[in-house]
């Protein structure tokens, strides 16, 4: 009988994921599962391997750690176990073996460094995803990224990003070779979101979705929805997403310090299902986000065909072609009038909602694999 194709290997690591569905959480997932020809083993703690399952995603799973809630306790504990509980595993390494560094947090940068060193004689690649730059508003995590650029810079073999303008950064800011970046859009699933159906209990004028923290604008948000309600009182916006205790207790006293409890409804987690059901229901997408790498979320929600309103951050004019309306940082009363003429325009508001129909169809998962795969292949 003739001898089975031994199918090549990547080693990923998924090492700093929590328990929030993250956009490089789901690019890793998302790609992974579309590769069907890959040995997959996936150093990630537990809430990682709960995570991929929950997606549709099995492999080889090595546990370097229990911790369920890192967002919850101390984080930076946390990470600093994973990282020396995968330094330690023990995994046998094979000639021309991928590394796969799905964010380029210490967690996944730091093993796959070790592992490559230890085994320097048998050929192993390194393919590490970057996602955004840190801005240096955020201290610890920005400086602890320059230190994970640098390391990539120097011993990576290639490196994955999900736009045009970060690869220029990292060669023009960093001194990456461009040779080593490739460009790889992520994608959403077409196939899945075109069956959704709307939750005809839950239906809101506007919706929102994200990990609630200060950087996705969750208090702008909040603001903005008051300047919408001066001009009709009944309008309703669902927030969905999990956060810490003390910013959830925040947000719910400004939303009753500005008389707003009928408005604005806090739905926490959604199951995927629900959730989409629930976007499906509202009429706009609102994200007053301050960093996006990309914006899948945004993209998931033009499929559902809602237009979208958003600061205007600089990625945006690559990945959204249309049925978005861009609003400078920081100017709530502008947000809020865009908002409130896309509820009352139903000309405009169809406008924007064809067009964004059709700038989600130009990203697929399916597509996204076939590069990534295509990079590998290159290797």
């Known amino acids: ?7 090549p290997r990547i080693i990923a690591f998924l090492n700093s ?26 150093i990630t703690p537990s809430v990682g391997k709960t995570l991929c399952q929950n997606c549709g995603f099995t492999g080889n799973f090595l546990i370097t750690t229990n911790d369920e809630n890192p967002e919850f306790g101390n984080v930076i504990v ?57 801005p240096s ?15 990539i810079k120097h011993w990576a073999d290639k490196v994955t990003v999900d736009n045009i303008l970060l690869k220029d950064d990292l060669v023009g800011k960093f001194g990456f070779n461009p040779q080593k970046i490739v460009v790889n859009y992520p994608g959403i699933d077409l196939k899945y979101l075109r069956k959704v159906r709307a939750d005809k209990k839950n239906i809101y004028d506007a919706i929102f979705m994200a990990q609630l923290r200060s950087s996705k604008g969750i208090f702008d948000l909040i603001k903005i929805w008051y300047f919408v309600c001066q001009s009709n009182q009944e309008l309703k916006l669902g927030i969905i997403g999990r956060g810490k205790k003390e910013i ?46 990309f914006g899948i979320t945004m993209l998931e929600a033009q499929a559902l065909s809602l237009p979208v309103v958003a600061w205007y951050l600089s990625v945006f004019d690559e990945v959204f072609k249309g049925g978005m ?25 169809q406008k924007l909602s064809k067009e964004a129909i059709d700038n989600a169809n130009r990203f697929d998962w399916d597509e996204t694999a076939q590069r990534e795969e295509k990079l590998f292949l290159s290797l």
């Open 137 to 151: 508003s955020r201290k610890i995590s920005c400086y602890s990224q320059r230190i994970s650029l640098f390391l």
């Open 17 to 42: 994921c929590s328990q929030f569905k993250t956009g490089s959480d789901m690019v890793f997932i998302e790609t992974a599962k579309r590769l069907k020809n890959y040995e997959k083993i996936i």
């Open 1 to 7: 009988m003739p001898m089975s194709k031994i199918k």
């Open 78 to 134: 946390a990470y600093i176990r994973r990282i020396f509980k995968a330094l330690f595993l023990k995994i046998e390494i094979k000639k021309g073996d991928i590394f796969l560094g799905a964010s380029d947090f210490f967690t996944d940068v730091l093993p796959i460094l070790w592992f490559k060193h230890l085994n320097k004689n048998k050929a192993t690649k390194w393919v590490q995803h970057i996602f955004h730059l840190i």
């Open 248 to 293: 959830i207790d925040m947000m719910k006293k400004e939303v009753s310090d500005l008389d707003l409890k009928k408005n604005i409804t806090l739905l926490g987690y959604l199951p995927d299902d629900k959730a989409y059901s629930v976007i499906k229901s509202a009429r706009i997408f609102i994200t007053p986000s301050y960093e996006e790498g």
């Open 325 to 349: 309306i861009k609003v400078e940082i920081g100017d709530m009363e502008k947000f809020a009038k865009e908002v409130i003429r896309l509820l009352a325009d139903k000309s405009f508001y």
